[in-house]
């Protein structure tokens, strides 16, 4: 790949050389990297999450340009060349003319590299067990199973769980004269790898699987511009495919290798199906008096998706005539609509305005489909008709804001926004949400060295009627109430739609004292209250603080510090309910109070030891999270089973903790006017303690009883320490 | 991969034919500027009209003329104007310096510095960059939210040199350039689960346009999930069984930033889905800490298909 931008970026524009007096600059960096301590290759999986850091010879970068008196310019920029994360840049121009950019660049994502499973992909997303555990966990008791099933997976075969995204961008943009500007933009991304997925046979017994990733996304998007000192027109469409190679994913259910209603030996999920997107936009603006302008534009885009069906089940001892498809695709069709104007102006010297305007109509057009019956999880019939839902909506935001200039250093903005949401009233509890938001800012610079901006916001959040029934009413076409199993519980209040009252300010300073200093504290804060939520979310608050802080004493000197603490806490009611005697016990509320607490920070300094010659570099980051997720009954549970009291009753989890420190030490040395090396130290600490995932295995029986017939990934993320030194050399061309 | 190689060779070829004519094209040597059909809205001011002329700004600053002359913008007002404003060069910009230039730097009457000492109003300041600038990325400038705080374009670039990346940008990286201001954001990006920002595969302009969108937050695209679809288009659906909150907002169960819990949800399962759902059995029990409703993936166990199933049986997100 990496000969294959070489070779041509170094023919081409030396062949003209010789006509013009141009030449190739640049600079080339290369070295090694030597791991004092390298993680443990199942200890990788955050080490390596988004990037590659291979041992040995390294090309770190490689960038070079041709120039000329002429106005038309090469540029090739390599980065890690041959690593999982390289990426290429070619870049052409005509000076203010054209610029024409391809764009190489991969991405790995790594999930965890601790994982094992007992499954043999024998085809893309096809999971097949041996079949002897199959017929042995068959024919055994049931008592018998947890015991065979944890022989077999001792030992698991080990696997990582990674994928890549590979994307190629081509982009041109062409300004034949000062008012016109065409665009055009193609974007390709293929996705490939694997990725845990979790699946289930009923309750009783889950399969975490590899879920094969081989995707595909198209994008070209087109605009052409023109635009005077008068106002501007411009056009643009965009379409976008999806392309999934895979439509399924099947796997082998351990327990069973024969087909039965109630016992599947196979089960079946369907993988993202194929889409395509289409949007057109058209916009326009115009200057007009009063030092305004006004402009407006108007987007319509329609999404399609129309896969092919797959049966209900793979289970071949399932047959109804309840499972008979209504069609054969879902013949899905989203329109949407998007409308926005805008005036800006300037009615007195001092007084800014802007007011604007937006909708966007989401629209499903798509055929109102039923199935008759359904299979779950590929184990039972179930005789109900379902019909698709159709989540339409309209959002619509309006915006009045006042800018006044007050005196020579005091700027002040108030303003108001409107937002109203329509929802399809069959299938959202409610229908219309309305917020209300009035807002103001202070900005204040009364010197050159201090200024302080600072803003305010409440917003009254106030929805129409809540009607809990609306979406299953309407899914299973029966009239349904509270008695209901399936039905949401009267008393809560998504917090999506529910009433709230809303506090959000946030003050910064940025101070520069003098050319050396610069010092920026700055704090936020968000309060909600969901003001009528007897049940759900109910109130959240969360704020930061920190600052940044510069300190350049000497041209020799430089150092740089930052530091944030966030918070975030929030309470939760919920009610545990029992059909269908214990449906509104409301002795078994309980609430759950949520925090997350993370502190970030880093540093970096530089000292020129040396003027020209020799630069020390120190920096480091470091990251402390928590996230505590307490818990309690308002009440002592009462009144049901004992077995369903335990089941209302609450206990807090563990925390969830997250450390990182990211330290790194290096030296410049320039050896000669082109020639530099720089000898750098990396330190690395990452220690997370999870009890979601840190006791996770491939069998999890010895976890929870009621997970002994389940395979799991055992996909951990783990702790790892690393040491390594890197030693590289640049050389800068002319 | 031997695929991805064969078609990445397809995408180099289709590259240089794109790329040849423009290289070809430069064996002409020094063509004239461009003719342009506007007339830059300065007048086309002879020295003598309180213009100095270039060089004489040179005589003065010849280091900072020096480092501009290597910028793109550099490069076509010194050497390759084309228009009558272009053709000013330093006083392009900056206005007519003759005065300045006699005065031997005392007075800067009827010039704008750009410095962080100038007291030209920021828009005033802005209206010489939007000049030239007002187009694609920037048209929504005028009344964007960072227009109307008073944010100048030097605030986030740097004109004349010495800046970095395509943009120019006053930090290496627009992580840091935003993050002077955003420093919560910059801050979140550094919690453990986030997208891959840090390590240079992202960028802040991914998702926003600073320089003002017609869309909420900035966003590049009309909606935020309009934003996410660009990258997550298999989540785009339409879908059989849809989950509304999935469907109107990715940022209710998300938060983009970064954030301390798997998958840079805003709260771990089981408690997140337990907002909504307050059905009956399992989903409203409160779970204890070692149970499969709540350790490994918790919710999405079992509802493996929580953004949208396409299975005719994938009401319940199972399949």
Known sequence: ?734 | MRTVIGKSFVLLLLSLAFALPLTVGAKKKNPPPVEVEKEASAPIAPVENGYAGSEMCQACHGDVADLFAKTTMGKILMQHPRNSQEKLGCEGCHGPAKAHADSGGGTFEGMITFSKKDTTPVEKRNAVCLDCHEQTARTHWKGSPHASRNIACTDCHRVMGGGFGKGQLQKPTEIETCGQCHLERKAQLKLSTHMPLLEGKMTCTSCHNPHGSVADKLLKKNTTNEVCYSCHAEKRGPFVWEHPPVLENCVNCHDPHGSVHQKMLKLAPPRLCQQCHIETRHPTRPQTSTTRFTFNRSCMNCHNTIHGSNHPSGRSFHR
């Open chain 1, 1 to 734: 790949m990496t000969l294959l931008f070489l070779v041509p970026f170094f023919s081409l524009p030396w062949t003209l050389q010789a006509e013009s007096s141009g030449g190739v600059s640049g600079h080339i960096e290369g070295g090694g990297r030597i791991f004092v301590v390298r993680p443990h290759r199942t200890d990788r999986g955050k080490f390596e999450e988004y990037r590659d850091y291979p041992k040995g010879g390294v090309l770190n970068k490689l960038f070079l340009q041709y120039e000329s008196e002429t106005p038309y310019r090469m540029e090739l920029e390599v980065r890690e060349p041959g690593e999982e994360d390289q990426s290429f840049l070619l870049r052409a121009s005509k000076l203010g003319t054209v610029t024409f950019e391809f764009e190489w660049d991969q991405t790995p994502h790594v999930f965890s590299k601790a994982s094992g499973s007992p499954y043999i992909e024998t085809n893309r997303g096809v999971f097949d067990l041996n079949g002897e555990i199959q017929n042995r966990l068959q024919g055994a008791a049931a008592a018998d199973r947890p015991s065979l099933l944890s022989d077999f997976l001792t030992p698991t075969p080990g696997i990582d769980l990674k994928n890549r995204w590979d994307g190629a961008r081509f982009g041109m943009t062409w300004t034949p004269s000062s008012t016109w500007t065409l665009q055009s933009k193609y974007n390709f991304t293929q996705k490939d790898g694997s990725r845990p997925v979790g699946t289930t046979f009923y309750f009783t017994n889950q399969v975490e699987l590899p879920e094969a990733i081989d995707q595909i996304i198209h994008d070209v998007d087109l605009s052409a511009e023109w635009n005077n000192r008068k106002g501007y027109v411009s056009m643009g469409y965009g379409f976008s495919a999806f392309v999934n190679n895979l439509d399924v994913l099947t796997w082998d259910n351990p327990l069973r290798a024969t087909d039965a209603a109630g016992n599947p030996s196979r089960g079946r999920f369907v993988l993202p199906p194929d889409n395509i997107a289409h949007l057109a936009t058209l916009s326009a603006g115009i200057h007009l008096p009063w030092k305004s302008f006004l402009r407006g534009t108007f987007s319509y885009g329609l999404r399609f998706q129309n896969d092919d069906f797959y049966p209900h089940t793979i289970n071949t001892g399932i047959n109804s005539a309840l499972l008979a498809l209504p069609r054969t695709g879902l013949q899905g069709a989203i329109h949407t609509r998007f409308g926005n104007i805008q005036w800006t102006g300037r009615p007195y010297q001092n007084l800014g305005v802007n007011f604007y305007y937006r909708i966007y109509n989401q629209n499903d057009d798509t055929p109102n489909v039923t199935f008759n019956g359904q299979v779950a999880t590929d184990v039972n019939l179930v005789s109900e008709a379902v019909t698709r839902a159709r989540f339409d909506y309209i959002k619509q935001t309006a915006g009045l804001d006042f800018s006044w200039h007050l005196a020579k250093m005091l700027d002040f903005k108030t303003g108001y926004e409107w937002e109203h949401w329509n929802r399809n009233r069959f299938h959202r509890e409610v229908s219309t949400t309305t917020e209300h938001i009035p807002s103001m800012a202070l900005d204040y610079k009364p010197y050159s060295w201090l200024w302080l901006r600072s803003s305010y916001s409440y917003a009254m959040h106030l929805i129409g009627t809540y009607n809990t029934f609306a979406h299953l009413s309407h899914t299973i076409g029966d009239e349904v109430d509270a008695s209901n199993s399936d039905a949401q519980d009267v008393n809560l209040r998504k917090f999506d739609e529910a009433n709230r009252r809303r506090h959000k300010g946030d003050i910064s300073v940025f101070l520069t004292p003098n050319d050396q200093w610069s010092f920026t504290p700055v704090f936020s804060l968000i309060r909600n209250s969901y003001t009528d939520s007897t049940l759900g979310l109910q109130k959240e608050l969360g704020w930061s603080a920190g600052g940044d802080v510069t300190w350049t004493p000497n041209d020799r000197v430089s150092f740089y510090a930052n530091y944030m603490r966030e918070e975030y806490d929030a309470r939760q009611r919920s009610r545990y309910r029992e059909p269908a005697a214990q449906m509104s016990n409301t002795t078994y509320d309980w609430v759950a109070n949520n925090a997350d607490i993370a502190d970030t920070g880093s540093f970096s300094t530089e000292v020129v030891l040396k003027p020209k010659i020799l630069k020390l570099h120190l920096g480091g980051d470091v990251m402390h999270a928590i996230s505590r997720m307490r818990a309690v009954n308002p009440t002592t549970p009462a009144g049901g089973t004992a077995a369903q009291n335990t089941s209302a009753t609450v206990e807090n989890f563990p925390d969830i903790r997250d450390f990182i420190y990211h330290l790194e030490a290096s030296l410049l040395y320039n050896i000669k006017e082109r020639w530099s090396t720089k000898l750098a130290y990396v330190f690395e600490d990452y220690n997370t303690s999870n009890f979601q995932q840190e006791k996770i295995g491939v069998y999890n029986g010895g976890l929870d009883a009621n997970s002994n017939t389940s395979i799991y990934l055992g996909a951990q993320i783990r702790d790892y320490v690393t040491h390594w030194i890197g030693i590289t050399a640049s050389y800068q061309f002319n």
